[in-house]
């Protein structure tokens, strides 16, 4: 037994693919009829099964529907993506995956994610690039020499801003791009690879989860459930607040025991590979000098370009990709890089994080096959069926793990709001809740299951960091389990307080 190893990132979503593919054979196929805002025309789309239809883009259509959400929303641009009919479910033929759609699932995915994908090589790149200059090495010995006594600042300012970002603007997939600057960091603060990680992970999944302005999540759920994204703004502000505190008490207290003796680490046998693969900052003998200070302030750039670009300007993977591989060309020129030294360097950092780049791919190729299965509007189906006749705490506290349940097969936040709030929020109604409370187990039924999702970010995330998902789980349920609790405890003070 001591011999069987835990299966690699790939290989535990070609599993899950297997699964769902056999899903694919037992759970009905079904659909919802989808409604859809065409700004040329200022008219709806209705798509009956593969019937389509042009009907007039009024508040008297959308009441007809049963659909309670305000014309503005979808003329204003808010609501821009297909959303479900209420009370349209139709059962269909079967659909099953076949053997043949298994195996062309992760292609499809990959060609689906290819944005991402190339994001993600590019930041190889520049990362191979920036060890190359030694800038790394140089800045980090300096910060590890500036924090010496003070290293839980690095635990508490991380996990806090990325919290920030998660919650304001969904900083999410865009954190794959801190790893491999952090890690250096955290092991040159004598703490080990699962701190970064969770400082970084756990930072994003907690801001998200509990999403001030997010228009990623909150507001276009808010827009589908026909109310105000304000509406229960407080509430999930106080949320963020004691989920952070939960999250930082909870990582300091692991990174202290590790600092103090390293042999506590979760991953304390891969201690001398990890450090080796990702340097050991403390003993190198570079100098940070004005040549390599220029360097971390051109790569640190990056980053703040993209943030803002992300959250300002509307941009997404292309603009992302673009500013990184900028970048790096910028560094390569102040480095004095020959250009056959500069692209063998390039292509050598994107080449390690390729298998990175694959397990983004084939976690896509697992939504491919619920897709063309037909299995998710039927799950959504009997989940809002399944609720019917509870006591507003008991439903409430079912919807947030019904939520976490439906995040498996849709782990997109905004793709969950626009196919279940046209259908979840009305139910809120019957138990004489406000749709708020839907708006919010929506919420933190998804980041909850965010912790450990392997059809989201953390596959990907954790292999970037070289730790095995197992490793994470035991790391991470235990603050899982905290924060339900927490969040059970929020969600049944809200309804009946």
């Given at each position: 037994?001591?011999?069987?190893?835990?299966?690699?990132?790939?290989?535990?979503?070609?599993?899950?693919?297997?699964?769902?593919?056999?899903?694919?054979?037992?759970?009905?196929?079904?659909?919802?009829?989808?409604?859809?805002?065409?700004?040329?025309?200022?008219?709806?789309?209705?798509?009956?099964?593969?019937?389509?239809?042009?009907?007039?883009?009024?508040?008297?259509?959308?009441?007809?529907?049963?659909?309670?959400?305000?014309?503005?929303?979808?003329?204003?641009?808010?609501?821009?993506?297909?959303?479900?009919?209420?009370?349209?479910?139709?059962?269909?033929?079967?659909?099953?995956?076949?053997?043949?759609?298994?195996?062309?699932?992760?292609?499809?995915?990959?060609?689906?994610?290819?944005?991402?994908?190339?994001?993600?090589?590019?930041?190889?790149?520049?990362?191979?690039?920036?060890?190359?200059?030694?800038?790394?090495?140089?800045?980090?010995?300096?910060?590890?020499?500036?924090?010496?006594?003070?290293?839980?600042?690095?635990?508490?300012?991380?996990?806090?801003?990325?919290?920030?970002?998660?919650?304001?603007?969904?900083?999410?997939?865009?954190?794959?791009?801190?790893?491999?600057?952090?890690?250096?960091?955290?092991?040159?603060?004598?703490?080990?690879?699962?701190?970064?990680?969770?400082?970084?992970?756990?930072?994003?999944?907690?801001g998200t989860m509990c999403s001030?302005?997010?228009?990623?999540?909150?507001?276009?759920?808010?827009?589908?459930?026909?109310?105000?994204?304000?509406?229960?703004?407080?509430?999930?502000?106080?949320?963020?607040?004691?989920?952070?505190?939960?999250?930082?008490?909870?990582?300091?207290?692991?990174?202290?025991?590790?600092?103090?003796?390293?042999?506590?680490?979760?991953?304390?046998?891969?201690?001398?590979?990890?450090?080796?693969?990702?340097?050991?900052?403390?003993?190198?003998?570079?100098?940070?000098?004005?040549?390599?200070?220029?360097?971390?302030?051109?790569?640190?750039?990056?980053?703040?370009?993209?943030?803002?670009?992300?959250?300002?300007?509307?941009?997404?993977?292309?603009?992302?990709?673009?500013?990184?591989?900028?970048?790096?060309?910028?560094?390569?020129?102040?480095?004095?890089?020959?250009?056959?030294?500069?692209?063998?360097?390039?292509?050598?950092?994107?080449?390690?994080?390729?298998?990175?780049?694959?397990?983004?791919?084939?976690?896509?190729?697992?939504?491919?096959?619920?897709?063309?299965?037909?299995?998710?509007?039927?799950?959504?189906?009997?989940?809002?069926?399944?609720?019917?006749?509870?006591?507003?705490?008991?439903?409430?506290?079912?919807?947030?793990?019904?939520?976490?349940?439906?995040?498996?097969?849709?782990?997109?936040?905004?793709?969950?709001?626009?196919?279940?709030?046209?259908?979840?929020?009305?139910?809120?109604?019957?138990?004489?809740?406000?749709?708020?409370?839907?708006?919010?187990?929506?919420?933190?039924?998804?980041?909850?299951?965010?912790?450990?999702?392997?059809?989201?970010?953390?596959?990907?995330?954790?292999?970037?960091?070289?730790?095995?998902?197992?490793?994470w789980l035991k790391f991470v349920?235990?603050?899982?389990?905290?924060?339900?609790?927490?969040?059970?405890?929020?969600?049944?003070?809200?309804?009946?307080?």
């Amino acid at each position: 037994m001591k011999n069987i190893k835990f299966p690699t990132p790939h290989t535990i979503l070609l599993l899950i693919a297997g699964f769902v593919a056999i899903l694919t054979w037992l759970v009905p196929a079904g659909k919802f009829d989808t409604l859809q805002y065409q700004k040329s025309s200022n008219s709806f789309t209705y798509l009956h099964l593969e019937e389509e239809k042009i009907i007039a883009a009024s508040q008297e259509t959308l009441e007809s529907l049963g659909i309670k959400i305000p014309l503005d929303k979808f003329t204003n641009g808010d609501i821009s993506k297909p959303i479900s009919v209420p009370g349209t479910y139709t059962q269909l033929d079967a659909k099953p995956q076949g053997f043949l759609d298994f195996f062309k699932s992760p292609i499809k995915g990959i060609i689906q994610s290819s944005d991402i994908i190339l994001f993600v090589l590019i930041l190889g790149g520049i990362i191979g690039i920036m060890n190359f200059t030694g800038a790394f090495d140089a800045g980090i010995a300096w910060l590890a020499k500036t924090l010496k006594g003070k290293e839980y600042w690095l635990i508490f300012v991380v996990t806090t801003l990325i919290a920030a970002g998660g919650t304001t603007f969904g900083l999410a997939e865009e954190t794959i791009a801190f790893y491999p600057i952090l890690i250096p960091i955290f092991l040159a603060a004598k703490y080990d690879a699962i701190v970064a990680l969770a400082c970084v992970y756990i930072g994003s999944s907690i801001g998200t989860m509990c999403s001030t302005v997010n228009p990623f999540s909150v507001i276009i759920a808010s827009d589908a459930a026909g109310i105000n994204w304000t509406t229960g703004f407080t509430g999930r502000l106080l949320m963020l607040i004691g989920g952070i505190i939960i999250c930082v008490i909870y990582i300091l207290r692991y990174a202290n025991k590790v600092q103090k003796d390293p042999s506590k680490s979760i991953i304390y046998d891969q201690k001398e590979m990890i450090e080796n693969l990702f340097g050991n900052a403390t003993s190198n003998t570079h100098t940070l000098t004005g040549r390599l200070r220029i360097i971390l302030t051109i790569f640190a750039l990056c980053f703040v370009i993209m943030i803002y670009g992300v959250s300002r300007l509307g941009w997404w993977f292309e603009e992302m990709t673009v500013v990184f591989l900028i970048g790096a060309i910028l560094i390569g020129f102040l480095a004095k890089m020959k250009e056959e030294n500069f692209v063998t360097t390039f292509i050598k950092g994107a080449n390690d994080l390729l298998g990175v780049a694959f397990i983004i791919g084939i976690a896509r190729g697992v939504s491919v096959l619920m897709e063309q299965g037909l299995i998710s509007d039927t799950i959504l189906q009997h989940a809002s069926e399944f609720t019917t006749g509870m006591s507003k705490g008991v439903f409430t506290n079912v919807m947030l793990f019904i939520y976490s349940g439906l995040s498996f097969f849709i782990p997109s936040s905004s793709g969950m709001a626009v196919l279940t709030m046209p259908i979840m929020s009305p139910l809120a109604d019957t138990v004489g809740i406000g749709r708020e409370v839907i708006v919010n187990a929506y919420q933190y039924g998804m980041g909850l299951f965010a912790f450990i999702n392997p059809t989201g970010l953390i596959l990907a995330s954790l292999a970037i960091v070289k730790v095995g998902y197992d490793k994470w789980l035991k790391f991470v349920i235990p603050l899982v389990i905290i924060l339900t609790v927490f969040t059970m405890i929020v969600l049944t003070i809200q309804v009946y307080f």
